[in-house]
């Protein structure tokens, strides 16, 4: 039988739930004799495959136009999806962003930073337009929510094998990590 399939990638996010993900260290191994990888955002390939797979994990806020169409896509191409980290279960620190003018937020973040000279807001398709911060249930159905800025390595592992098994996570709060 083929090993159940795991997808991740990431919306408005900095890169400290992947890199608890990656904390899990000789874990990994074990998650990946139960399930196959197929993307994440540092393998080549980015997004879900077109077949689909069985778990979809997103971490980081809904930020922006493009965030909107990641979240649909691994919506649309996984059976259980995760939202993982604080970011994607209720916004989370992005959320700070809704207190403010948009305008003023991204000439904050992009031109009068101390550090920037001749900063400019970018824009590109890629990008997408920027939208009110929310976590990824308010764009998308989610399946599973792991809290935690980031949740800990064990906590992700918990998720994962046990998802990669089929059965859906009871996460024990003292597991749950809120630093
Ligand atoms: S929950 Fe914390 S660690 Fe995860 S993406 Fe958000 S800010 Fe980064």
Redesign the pocket.
């Known amino acids: 039988m083929s090993k159940p399939k795991i997808a991740t990638d990431w919306l408005a ?2 890169a ?2 992947h890199m608890s993900l990656l904390d899990m260290d000789e874990r990994l191994l074990q998650v990946l004799s139960l399930a196959e990888l197929t993307s994440c955002p540092i393998t080549d390939l980015k997004h879900p495959p077109h077949e689909g797979v069985e778990v979809g994990v997103l ?2 806020a809904v930020n922006s136009t493009t965030n909107i169409a990641v979240a649909r896509m691994m919506r649309k191409r996984c059976k259980i999806l995760v939202a993982l ?3 994607a279960v209720f916004g ?2 992005v959320n700070m962003r809704n207190y403010f003018d948009m305008q003023e937020a991204l000439r904050c973040a992009y031109v009068e930073t101390p550090s920037t000279v001749d900063g400019f807001v970018p824009a590109s398709e890629e990008l997408g337009r920027p939208v009110r911060a929310r976590g990824v249930d308010q764009v998308v159905k989610v399946d599973v929510c792991l809290p935690g ?2 949740p800990s390595a064990d906590a992700i592992f918990h998720v994962l094998s046990e998802l990669a098994q089929g059965r859906i996570p009871v996460v024990a709060g003292e597991t749950l990590k809120y630093d």
Do not use: L, S
Request: aromatic letters at 0%; hydrophobic letters at 15%.
């Open positions: 996010a900095c400290g739930c971490t980081g980290g604080d970011c989370g620190i800025c980031p």
